[in-house]
């Protein structure tokens, strides 16, 4: 991640942006009064200077007015932090809310899924969603360092008027600030060096405390063993930010050590010049407040820089996802040539496909012509590629090489939103979404979401009516024990998954991805033939399985290994000629015999 001079000076101001967004008018007015309050706090020592000057004169009018001073300056800096505390948190609570929604609109926005799937990515989503609380509190941050340096400029000025040689005393709070600066930078290494650690025992956790695995943990007696690895990974992790944290302490506090010398020394400045007769006993009055002034301004100021800091990692980072989801928003590419297709084909022309990072691609020279309305099943061993080509097909990645064609028309001149406007998925892994079973359901083609008739419907072509007559409130019913719902069978829930990917009747391309592993093979032959009977036009389907009983009825069937596409035919074709489909398909027969 960038974190030069041009990535701090972006999120500083990104910061700003998200400040003012809530309220120019009230933001202003809050950086307005820390000024006013800083300056404020400075120049009690002023006052004091003027009661003991006043006290040494006696007169009686100069230590009146020095009071009305101090009165005055204590009474405007408690009312400023009274009036704008509530009027900062309001900004922080706002700013709070839009950063949770940017962010979530730009994962949304993301048209793969290398922000889910690549590990080096994962480590910097799981920063960033630690630095939220951070970045929404980054207003408090730049106004206690604006009020922190105005009240220093205040005291430097006060210092240098009793005698100029007073300015070394600032000069020894460089130190202290270059060590919080160095401080910081190391704990930040050694955060981002143990990211995938800390996200690793998060997982370790979840697994322990998670109702899903739950049962498989006390079967197999696992959870003694995945605490023991949580303790193992944590406590590396941990040694190595502690390591980090004693070094910045160290230098801190050495840093403190010559500040405070340098303090001892402007005080017994100031005494010899009072007892030359070059300073009055208000002066001296004056710079041992302000020493003890400065002592807690520098150390504010750096508690305050390293708030301020991290607020700009945090910051930083959100304007690495908005970089990186301006980067992985692939644009059509309208000066493409077309390739080969017949209208309403899907073809797939050479397509090669790499992970990001992988050392060898998981596709390699594929190349399959579907006719419209025609269903391809993929089948294959588990790592075959199967799943990979469905991501292809999705938009999820781009090929590495090669073409994916439908309609005629290359779909890297496609813009991805629009493409998945025409196609419809279930996939091996669904989402369980609890909400009301018609949104559950509905979310599968948003503009009917709430026409209870069409979610029928569409529960019918999943052969799924049963669910909602089996629920006390029917399509209305809240699933999901997370909010109190009611909890589905695993079965019941790949039957929404289906009755979702059905919501669209009229797709261009239908993809089913393991779309029935819960249903018996009979639910599963009958559900894939009646989706393409209930589409209102022709659907091309893309059928992955493992059970190849239920892929015999496709029009064509693909056979993938190690990537590679080796056999292709329909069912009796691929049968006769023995050669990897055969073998695979006479191995599932016999588990049946």
């Known amino acids: 991640m960038n974190t030069g001079p041009r990535a701090s000076g972006r999120a500083g101001w990104l910061l700003l942006r998200l400040a003012f967004r809530t309220g120019v008018a009230r933001a202003m007015l809050v950086l307005v009064l820390a000024a006013v309050a800083g300056a404020a706090t400075a120049a009690i020592g002023l006052g004091l200077k003027l009661l003991v000057d006043g006290a040494a004169a006696g007169s009686a009018s100069r230590m009146l007015t020095a009071v009305g001073v101090l009165v005055g ?118 955060e981002e060096a143990t990211a995938e650690s800390e996200r690793l025992a998060r997982s370790l956790f979840t697994l322990v405390t998670n109702a899903a695995t739950a049962k498989e943990a ?39 050590v010559l500040f405070v010398l340098g303090s001892l020394g402007a005080g017994a400045l100031a005494l010899v010049d009072a007892a030359a007769g070059r300073a009055s006993a208000g002066d001296v009055a004056l710079v041992m407040t302000l020493s003890g002034q400065l002592d807690g301004a520098v150390g504010g100021a750096v508690r305050l820089s390293d708030w301020l800091r991290r607020a700009l990692r945090g910051a930083s980072r959100y304007v690495w996802l908005t970089d990186y989801a301006a980067a992985a928003t692939v644009p059509a590419r309208p000066d493409a040539e077309p390739h080969p297709g017949r209208p309403g084909e899907l073809v797939l022309d050479r397509v090669s496909f790499s992970y990001p990072g992988a050392s060898t691609p998981t596709l390699r020279n594929v190349s399959v012509r579907v006719p419209v309305g025609a269903t391809v ?43 998945r406007l025409r196609l419809s998925a279930c996939f091996q892994d669904f989402a369980r979404f609890e909400f009301p079973l018609q949104e559950t359901v509905g979310v599968g083609h948003l503009p009917q979401v709430a026409d209870a008739a069409a979610v029928t419907a569409a529960l019918a072509r999943a052969d799924a009516l049963d669910i909602p007559a089996g629920l006390a409130d029917g399509l209305s019913t809240q699933l999901g024990r997370t909010f109190d719902g009611a909890e589905l069978s695993g079965g019941q829930w790949q039957k929404t998954a289906l009755a979702r990917a059905s919501m669209r009747t009229a797709p261009e391309l239908l993809i089913l991805d393991e779309p029935t592993a819960s249903l018996d093979p009979a639910t599963e032959s009958a559900l894939i033939d009646g989706y393409t009977r209930a589409a209102s036009g022709p659907v091309t389907t893309v059928l992955v399985s493992h059970r190849l009983n239920a892929v015999g009825m496709a029009d064509l069937i693909v056979v993938l290994d190690r990537g590679e596409v080796v056999e292709t035919g329909t069912h009796d074709a691929l049968i006769a000629a023995g050669g990897r489909y055969a073998d695979l398909y006479e191995l599932q027969a016999r588990r049946y015999r």
């Not at 009027?87 to 979530?104: A, G, N, W, Y």
């Not at 360092?145 to 220093?152: E, G, S, W």
């Not at 079967?219 to 406590?235: F, I």
């Open 73 to 190: 300056l204590v009474t405007v800096n408690g009312l400023i932090v009274v009036g704008t505390t509530q009027v900062r948190f309001t900004i922080e609570q706002r700013v709070e809310l839009l950063v949770d929604q940017d962010i979530l609109r730009t994962c949304a926005s993301l048209p793969g899924l290398e922000h889910v799937e690549d590990p080096a990515v994962l480590d910097r989503m799981d920063l960033l969603r630690g630095d939220r609380p951070m970045i929404a509190s980054a207003w408090g941050a730049i106004v206690e360092n604006l009020r922190a340096i105005v009240r220093l400029v205040v005291i430097i000025v006060l210092l240098v008027s009793v005698n100029p040689w007073l300015l070394f005393l600032c000069v020894l709070a460089v130190p202290s600030l270059w060590a919080s600066t160095a401080g910081e930078r190391r704990s930040r290494r050694a």
């Open 218 to 256: 006390r079967v197999y007696g696992t959870n003694g063993l995945l605490a023991d690895r949580h303790q193992t990974v944590l406590s590396g992790l941990w040694r190595v930010r502690q390591r980090a944290d004693t070094w910045s302490y160290v230098v801190r506090y050495g840093a403190q």
């Open 377 to 419: 099943a993929i089948v294959g061993d588990n790592g075959a590629g199967k799943t990979t080509l469905v991501k292809l097909l999705c938009g999820f990645y781009r090929p590495s090489a090669g073409w994916i064609v439908m309609d005629g028309v290359d779909l890297s001149r496609v813009p991805v939103e629009e493409w």
